[in-house]
């Protein structure tokens, strides 16, 4: 078992093998009933996890900050990602903020193992919160970043 350089799973080959696992996770979730606020909501929580692969840019970082941002924090908008990916359409407009170290406890493990749709929504948002919860410095710029993008496209 080696240690994912992202998250800290201990898993075979690593971050490879963590990889592995976001993926085969992503294909079984093609055939299941999960709706794509929460598949959205994984890939997010995923790449927040691993930001040395997923969120390289500003803009990178921004989508899916604002991204789990939205699905946790305004769970009835009913079109607030469409907005934010509008609003990251072409030249970025967000600087990038420092990394943070510690990035949440659970990892994508939690959903992995879920035998169903609906424990899997449930793990799923068990450990997104647990990412959102990490995140806690970067909160107030992400709901910055979201009001930005509802107030319409300032450049």
Do not use: N
């Not at 609003?87 to 493990?109: E, F, H, N």
């Not at 749709?117 to 919860?133: C, I, M, Q, Y």
């Amino acid at each position: 078992m080696i240690a994912c350089a992202g998250c800290g799973l201990a898993v075979p080959r690593g971050t490879g093998g963590c990889r592995a696992m976001f993926d085969e996770l992503a294909v079984r979730q093609w055939s299941s009933p999960v709706a794509y606020p929460v598949r959205r909501m994984m890939v997010d929580t995923y790449a927040l996890q691993h930001p040395d692969e997923f969120c390289v840019s500003a803009k990178s970082l921004a989508a899916h900050l604002t991204g789990l941002c939205a699905v946790l924090e305004y769970p009835s908008h009913p079109t607030l990602l469409q907005v934010l990916r509008r609003w990251l359409d072409g030249p970025s407009p967000v600087a990038k903020p420092d990394l943070l170290a510690a990035r949440g406890a659970l990892t994508i493990a939690e959903a992995y193992g879920a035998p169903d749709a609906e424990r899997l929504v449930s793990a799923a948002d068990r450990w997104a919160r647990d990412v959102w919860k990490a995140y806690a410095p970067l909160h107030p710029l992400a709901r910055r970043w979201v009001e930005q993008a509802l107030a319409g496209p300032v450049r």
